[in-house]
């Protein structure tokens, strides 16, 4: 097999392969906010617009390599010679004899197979419009590659499903019954009788179609509605009676049947090197009239062609919003990828992909914020109204909802109605607002008002409340009745301040359901997680910065907030507790509406004082005398790191908030560093782990340790936290070690005879350095975060632009010069950096610099800070560019 999966074409992020196909677990997405797919290089996968409306069956990554279902394009040219276009055919000695090259971009993919011996050649073109139409295009061109005129039968052959993903074991020969058929002049039109679901059938509202023509619009001679029909009695969509057989489609009753896209067309003539474009629709509508639209949009090749420029354009704009050029051209188009990963999530949630075959559908309350990430840095503008309503999912106990909606402010307590708090949820909102308002100075955001959300679960889900109906609605209100409203600031209090005394036995924040590691959730009642202690240390940090630059003298918040800032012995577990309980009992049902009054000054001290005990207590308690921190207790009380048995126990969860913190010191972290290299680091890959091998389960902690050791949570090369142990070391100074880990992603990932994936940042890599679960992941997020923040060092800074870079020698790959794009303020900035001595970080300084070939003064400095007043002077149009001098 070949050791290269793909080879990039151009600086756009375009790529060649002549062995995807090989790879049957392979897939790519295509997509809009209307319509989802999944698609192989054998046009595997699947169509969705939901969890309760898939075009084509829904699959998982093992159907890809298993199910005998995929879109197919079959030719036809006399008995016993029969091709598919796609490769999906159990004639595979015919296949065998194929050349195959993939072309792929961003969201776009062409499949070429040749035949010599059938001498016959097609290209398919899939992709789904960018303008939000509900299709996906199929474009079929078949060429005549022998020496004289062929004559053929084309025919597209999809297999459709029409209905919810859980009918695929619920009652699937039922709901086959409701299948409710309209030939159409162009396909078939699909409308299910009814959506199933025993605890409460639905109208179905849906309209599932594949239609097709050819490039002089006609429509197909033969239209095959139902499986039964076009496979005959074998049931073989990889040898179907109907083109294997050649024929007609019968009389039989084609309503209550399992579904078919097949589509017929004309027999064709073609003369040596002739060829012939056949356009097939797939799609879901709630609307009938649609259909004919659709029709019209795309009736011909041009008008496909079209399409297709406008997919490119548009993805390729999203993937150099922030851009990237470092003379590694394989690290710039791989970072394409990456760029529009958080978008892809936004459409795709984290369920509909075949890798993530769970939930059903929707973001996550983390998924939320770190997704903000990427939005802010291209766009802050744009996201101010997305964070307030963001802020409608917190509850007044400072847990949250768990599930967003596809309606802003629209959220679900848990997806499986499941009462379960995850303790790390209130870490991340403000870590997301803290960046928006660095980017762009808008305090204001901390006191505009905004409500709670409220349903069933209370007292951070411990409790029921019985008395809480669907009627009540999903907002918090007062004894009165009256939906309560509390500014941001207030929101971020809740979360932070709740958990501050949200002790357990050690007095470091309860894990509850669990953190960000979702397999540490068998220690709800005693579990610790000293890790995310440590983050809301930090939180309570830049809380108390924001507080102290708002400006304001006075804040008012809930009255019931006041419980929190009673006064007490930091060092009282029991104490602590009391507290919680008499806050979360008084705030149960509702809030009496009244506010107090705080002085700003002595709000910021205090934040600032727990801020600091926290830290020194995570110093002096859990920097273990193997030189690395502690970051759990399980539900027994016991420490989790440290020797146990003879092997050592770390995690890397333990280290990086810590760190990011700024918790250790210079001579602790040095050796945190050390044992990472000897206990976490990839050998062979140069990964880093996200724990040891344990050697044995860990029931008093969570499911994580029961998966085979190197996958998923239990010791995998999870991309989000090592690229938040990146960040975190880029903060802290240590830029070498931050490249280093965050490069060995993207070696890891472009090392393909390995990987075995398209070019994306993967949730994680296996011991065999395998990239599992593509595209829907946080990391990506944080990935352009740390390149753009950190390394280039551009960001925002309260408002103003600037500019310290961490760059290492390696960011320059031997040539003097770096350059980032991003957008500022409304400006287009481009930032070159010039290193002509090859300096390492540490060794060099700001020595010179430009605006706009403009000298500026400039006197050996580690960062430059351009006001925004300066940037908005900048011309709005075309690119504003700063030149960095960097020498000793």
């Not at 617009?49 to 394009?73: C, E, T």
């Not at 060099?844 to 403009?854: D, F, P, Q, S, T």
Request: net charge positive; with cysteine; glycine share 10%.
């Amino acid at each position: 097999m070949e050791k290269t999966l793909y080879r990039f074409t151009d600086d756009s992020g375009s790529f060649l392969s002549s062995c995807a196909h090989k790879f049957k677990s392979l897939y790519f997405p295509l997509g809009n906010e209307r319509i989802m797919s999944s698609i192989t290089a054998d046009l595997h996968g699947d169509i969705k617009s939901g969890q309760g409306s898939f075009l084509l069956a829904p699959v998982s990554r093992i159907d890809l390599m298993n199910l005998r279902s995929s879109r197919n394009f079959w030719i036809y040219m006399g008995p016993g010679r029969v091709w598919s276009a796609t490769g999906v055919s159990r004639d595979m000695c015919n296949i065998s004899r194929d050349e195959f090259f993939l072309e792929a971009g961003l969201l776009w993919q062409k499949v070429t197979r040749r035949n010599k011996r059938m001498g016959i050649e097609a290209q398919i073109v899939s992709f789904v419009p960018s303008d939000g139409e509900p299709v996906e295009i199929m474009r079929v061109e078949v060429t005549n590659i022998s020496r004289k005129t062929s004559s053929f039968i084309p025919t597209a052959a999809i297999p459709m499903y029409n209905r919810g993903a859980n009918n695929i074991r619920d009652h699937r020969h039922v709901t086959s019954l409701l299948q409710r058929v309209a030939l159409h002049k162009f396909g078939v039109i699909f409308n299910p009788t009814l959506s199933f679901d025993e605890s409460g059938h639905r109208p179905n509202k849906d309209n599932y179609f594949i239609l097709g023509w050819d490039d002089k619009f006609l429509p197909p001679a033969r239209i095959y509605p139902t499986q039964d029909g076009f496979c005959g009695d074998s049931g073989d969509l990889e040898e179907p009676e109907a083109v294997f057989k050649n024929i007609l489609p019968g009389k039989n009753n084609i309503q209550g049947r399992e579904a078919m896209g097949g589509l017929g067309f004309k027999k064709a003539f073609l003369r040596p090197g002739q060829s012939k474009i056949y356009t097939v629709i797939m799609g879901i509508t709630d609307k009938p009239v649609q259909v004919d639209r659709l029709i019209a949009k795309f009736n011909h090749p041009r008008k496909v062609a079209s399409a297709l420029e406008k997919n490119r354009v548009h993805w390729g704009s999203l993937s150099r919003r922030i851009n990237i050029a470092t003379h590694n051209g394989d690290f710039d188009n791989w970072l394409r990828w990456v760029n529009i990963q958080p978008t892809l999530r936004k459409i795709f949630g984290c369920s509909f992909l075949p890798d993530f075959d769970y939930g059903k559908g929707g973001r996550g309350w983390r998924d939320l914020w770190q997704d903000c990430l990427g939005l802010i840095l291209n766009d802050p503008g744009k996201v101010r109204e997305l964070l307030i309503n963001n802020f409608c999912g917190v509850k007044i106990d400072g847990s949250n909802a768990t599930i967003i909606g596809s309606s802003p402010g629209e959220f679900i307590a848990d997806r499986n109605n499941i009462s379960r708090v995850w303790m790390d949820h209130g870490v991340w909102p403000l870590v997301t607002l803290d960046l928006y308002i660095h980017e762009t100075g808008d305090l204001g955001i901390l006191f505009e008002q905004t409500s709670y959300f409220r349903n069933h679960e209370i007292k951070r889900a411990s409790q029921i409340d019985h008395n809480w109906t669907a009627a009540c609605g999903n907002k918090l209100k007062t004894g009165k009745g009256k939906v309560y409203s509390g500014s941001i600031l207030e929101h971020i209090l809740a979360q932070n301040l709740v958990q501050f005394f949200n002790v357990g036995s050690h007095n470091h924040i309860r894990l509850e359901g669990a953190d960000w590691n979702d397999g540490l959730d068998m220690a709800g009642e005693n579990g610790e997680s000293v890790a995310f202690s440590a983050m809301y240390a930090n939180n309570l940090e830049t809380l108390s910065g924001l507080l102290l630059k708002s400006g304001r003298k006075n804040v008012e918040l809930a009255e019931e907030l006041g419980i929190l800032f009673s006064g007490l012995d930091y060092e009282d577990v029991q104490a602590k507790r009391k507290i919680l309980d008499k806050y979360l009992s008084r705030t149960a049902s509702f809030l009496s509406g009244r506010k107090i009054s705080m002085d700003v000054s002595r709000l910021s001290s205090e934040l600032k004082r727990r801020s600091a005990w926290i830290k020194q207590h995570i110093r002096s308690t859990e920097y273990l005398k193997e030189g690395f921190f502690n970051g759990y207790y399980d539900n027994r009380k016991r420490r989790l790191e440290g020797k146990r048995s003879g092997h050592m126990q770390m995690t890397l969860t333990g280290q990086v908030f810590a760190i990011m913190a700024g918790i250790p010191d210079r001579r602790q972290l040095r050796r945190i560093l050390e044992n990472v290299d000897r206990y976490l680091v990839d050998k062979k890959t140069g990964g880093v782990h996200l724990n040891t091998d344990f050697k044995r389960e860990q029931l008093d902690l969570g499911r994580a340790f029961s998966f085979s050791y190197g996958d998923k949570e239990n010791g995998a090369v999870f991309s989000h936290m090592a690229v938040m142990f990146g960040y975190a070391l880029y903060k802290q100074g240590y830029a070498r070690q931050a490249w280093k880990i965050i490069d060995s992603l993207y070696r890891m990932a472009l090392d393909t005879s390995k990987s075995k994936i398209y070019p994306c940042l993967p949730e994680y890599f296996d011991l065999d350095g395998r990239g599992m679960y593509s595209y829907l992941t946080g990391s990506a997020s944080w990935f352009i975060l740390t390149m753009l923040t950190q390394a280039f060092g551009v960001r925002g800074s309260n408002g103003d632009l600037m500019i310290e870079p961490k760059l290492t020698s390696g960011n320059f790959c031997g040539k003097e010069k770096v350059s980032i794009e991003r957008d500022f303020a409304g400006r287009r900035i481009k930032v070159e950096f010039l290193n002509p001595g090859r300096l390492d970080y540490g060794e060099y300084k700001i020595v010179r610099a430009y605006l706009n070939h403009k000298s500026l003064p400039v006197d050996k400095r580690s960062c430059l800070v351009f006001s925004r007043e300066v940037i908005l002077d900048l011309p709005a149009r075309g690119t504003n560019l700063i030149e960095i001098h960097l020498a000793r």
